[in-house]
């Protein structure tokens, strides 16, 4: 979500799965210039911090 309240990406998470695997197919589609990313605890992880670390 954007600050005004609008969606920039969403997607459904898998039956019988978790957020981790939904997490960066969404951030993929989106430009990240000038963006600070915000997730929970679940998210810190290196798979997640790398690809958006290299896109900054």
Do not use: C, Y
């Not at 997607?11 to 990313?37: C, M, W, Y």
């Amino acid at each position: 979500m954007d600050h005004t309240g609008h969606v920039l990406a969403q997607r459904q998470v898998a039956d019988k799965s978790n957020e981790i695997p939904a997490f960066r197919p969404p951030l993929d589609s989106v430009d990240l210039t000038g963006t600070v990313i915000t997730a929970d605890a679940l998210h810190t992880q290196h798979a997640h911090g790398r690809p958006l670390r290299a896109k900054a």
